[in-house]
Every structure is written in C-alpha cells, then in structure tokens.
C-alpha cells in the first residue's frame, strides 16, 4: 500500500500532479520518518475532526423532531424519508 501525503488535499487540487508529487517527495525524504508519519496522522485528524463538526452541524436541524426513522449503515443505499446513516460520506 502506498503512503499517503501529509501535502493538504487543497494544495494538492491546486497544484498541477507534477509538481504536488515533487513536493510530497521533497517533504518524505527531507523529513525523519517518524515526523512524517506524525505529520500524516496529523492531517487525519484534521479531516475527521472536520467531517465530525460538519456532521453535528447537520445532526442540529433533527433535535427537535419526533418520529424519525433511521436507516442506520445504509451504504449506497438510501431511503426517502428517512435519515440516513453511514461511516461512509456518502451515506
């Protein structure tokens, strides 16, 4: 399995491929492997700590609803009417 980059998915859309590879490889050869490790956990924390808060900002808007059905682990598949819910973004 290939390492994933500690380069921040924005920097890596705003750069062209050749170059945002060129960094990342700059970044795990110049780095000690326990820093860059870090670092690459780091981001991921990030991310999850984000994709959490957006979350909580959604899960608000059913705090005071009653009667809700809840599909819970539905994958790729969802239901009308009910609240949908899955690790998966997309569930």
């Given at each position: 399995m290939a390492a994933a980059s500690i380069v921040s998915?924005?920097?890596k859309a705003a750069?062209?491929?050749g170059l945002y590879k060129s960094v990342d490889s700059s970044l795990r050869k110049s780095l000690p492997v326990g820093l860059y490790k870090a670092i690459r956990l780091l981001g991921k924390e990030i991310r999850l700590y984000r994709l959490h808060r957006a979350g909580v900002k959604r899960a608000k808007a059913y705090a005071e609803k009653r009667g809700l059905k809840l599909?819970?682990?539905c994958g790729p598949n969802r239901k009308e009417g009910w609240i949908n819910i899955d690790l998966s973004p997309r569930g």
């Open positions: 998915p924005l920097v750069l062209p491929e599909n819970i682990g």
